[in-house]
């Protein structure tokens, strides 16, 4: 009986490592770097097409998306999601959280390397919100929409910060042609 109990946790101990290394993500390649380039401009042409139907379901609050449900959900919500399936298979993604995760991923690496020659000023930052609490000529939902965007702000530049250094290195060879697309697309950091 105690064997039998040992071979069960045995197999669900084997099911759960088995199934962390399946969830885990593939490493970013060149390849699938210059696949999701490519397919930007289709998304961006179909997304401009449908932006006041996916604006129903998109958060309020987010200047970036922020993870794969962040892109996804407003997808799934509209009905449009078989649509946008469709677009990035052909750059040959499986799914649009396949192309949302290496979106993020490349989008997180690529502001990590511009942040490193920017030296952004963290604590600044955090300054110049405790000087905001205290500013008397500013009403109390200007103060909460500037405490939020500037939270959002933090959290997304201590994000990147962390990016995977795997990510990084995988990302710098196609900081030219990222920067061409965040420029053309009036994505780049700090714009």
């Known amino acids: 009986m105690q064997s039998r109990t040992l071979s069960k946790i045995g197999v669900a101990l084997f099911t759960f490592c088995f199934s962390l290394f399946v ?3 593939a490493p970013l390649t060149g390849d699938l770097i210059d696949r999701w380039i490519k397919s930007q401009k289709a998304v961006q042409e ?10 129903k379901y998109e958060k309020d609050n987010e200047m970036i998306p922020t993870n ?7 997808l799934k919500a509209s009905g449009l ?3 946008v399936e469709d677009i990035v298979e052909g750059y040959g993604f499986s ?3 396949e192309w949302a995760s290496a979106a993020l991923r490349i989008f997180g690496a690529y ?11 963290m604590d600044a930052m955090k ?3 405790a000087e905001l609490e205290k500013n008397p000529n500013i009403s109390a939902e200007q103060k909460q929409m500037m405490r939020d965007m500037m939270q959002q702000g933090l959290a997304m530049m201590e994000k990147f910060k962390n990016a995977p250094p795997a990510d990084v290195e995988a990302v710098k060879p196609h900081m030219s042609k990222l920067r061409k697309f965040m420029d053309e ?3 780049g950091i700090g714009d």
Do not use: R
């Open 23 to 25: 969830q885990a993500e």
């Open 46 to 55: 179909w997304g401009e097409k449908h932006e006041e139907e996916l604006s």
């Open 68 to 74: 794969i449900d962040d892109i996804v959900a407003p």
């Open 81 to 83: 999601y078989g649509q």
């Open 95 to 97: 799914t649009p959280e």
């Open 111 to 121: 502001a990590a390397i511009e942040m490193q020659g920017q030296q952004v000023d």
């Open 127 to 129: 300054q110049q919100l």
């Open 185 to 187: 697309s009036g994505g």
